[in-house]
């Protein structure tokens, strides 16, 4: 269960404790934010299991990649030429798109959702995203 809350080394209704895992060395500035403002907004006594902080990792490299892609457009501009000489679009532009895409299905896999909330299956959460569009509710 992803997210789950962990009650000292029971799961069970004994004192609940908050840990913090150090940010990986392998991150950057960006990630590392990333990294610490996702850890630190999960509720006491909450933690992620191995999967998901390998999924939070790869999320905050994510994020050190296109911040380094934004510098490159920032230094270059977002149009270069083609090799006939039209104007195209910077390659950085679309790999960062990607990694755009790529971050957030990395940190929709984590499924960090409130503890109290029921536990739906993607087939009800497809039908809810629907109706809140449908009905104008975000």
Do not use: Y
């Amino acid at each position: 269960m992803p997210g789950r809350p962990f009650f000292g080394r029971h799961w069970g209704l004994i004192a609940m404790t908050k840990r913090i895992q150090a940010v990986p060395k392998s991150l950057g500035k960006p990630g590392g934010s990333l990294w610490k403002a996702i850890l630190g907004d999960l509720e006491d006594g909450w933690e992620l299991d191995k999967r998901e902080l390998h999924l939070l990792e790869r999320a905050c490299r994510c994020e050190d990649e296109m911040r380094e892609l934004e510098a490159v457009v920032d230094k270059e501009g977002s149009m270069g030429r083609g090799s006939t000489g039209q104007a195209v679009v910077h390659p950085a532009i679309l790999e960062g798109r990607q990694l755009k895409l790529t971050q957030l299905r990395l940190l929709s896999a984590l499924e960090l959702e409130d503890p109290g909330a029921q536990l739906a299956t993607p087939a009800s959460k497809r039908a809810r995203r629907a109706a809140q569009s449908r009905w104008g509710r975000n």
